[in-house]
């Protein structure tokens, strides 16, 4: 239970303090995004080595500030071109950093179709991800939080809205 305290070398009530206070943030931050934008990054800022141990992100001894700022990172990882008024045709690169491909909502509906071959993957919050084949037509729902799981072959797709 105290192995978490022991990595990052701090003790239980400033690691009670610190996380009750940066959950505080955020939660006022989800509301009022214009209040504490960067009080939980600036905190975290401040620590010096995270010593991530997720298995999915292979950052292992990343600093926090290298955290942050993959975090803040608004590259997009596809170009985008303009097919009808309600359609955008993406491309989206293999080749870029995983980082990119973010967890996300989006402000208005949309369906996604796939228009060729690949082995990338899309995934709802809290369900299993599902392939993306070409035909078939995924609703994203606006405001529910998504993500593309990234393959190793190029994806293109088709969003309307």
């Known amino acids: 239970m105290f192995k978490h305290l022991k990595e990052t070398k701090m003790d239980y009530w400033i ?3 610190d996380a009750i206070k ?17 009080y939980v990054s600036d905190k975290l800022k401040k620590r010096k080595v995270m010593g991530c141990k997720c298995k999915s992100c292979k950052c292992k001894e990343m600093t926090n500030e290298q955290v942050i700022q993959q975090m ?4 997009k990882p596809f170009t985008e071109e303009k097919y ?9 690169d293999p080749t870029a950093p995983d980082h990119l491909y973010k967890w996300h909502a989006d402000e208005e ?3 996604i179709e796939a228009l060729n071959e690949n082995d990338w993957e899309f995934q709802f919050d ?3 991800p599902q392939s ?11 405001g529910l939080i998504h993500r593309l799981i990234k393959g190793k072959s190029e994806l293109s797709i088709s969003i309307k809205s």
Do not use: C
Request: proline share 6%.
């Open 84 to 92: 009808s008024d309600n359609t955008v045709l993406r491309h989206f």
């Open 22 to 38: 940066m959950s505080g943030a955020l939660f006022i931050h989800a509301w009022y995004p214009d209040v504490f934008k960067t």
């Open 15 to 17: 690691h009670w303090l």
């Open 132 to 142: 993306l084949e070409p035909g078939k037509i995924i609703h994203i729902p606006k």
């Open 72 to 75: 803040e990172d608004q590259t």
């Open 126 to 128: 809290n369900e299993l």
């Open 109 to 111: 509906h949309r369906y």
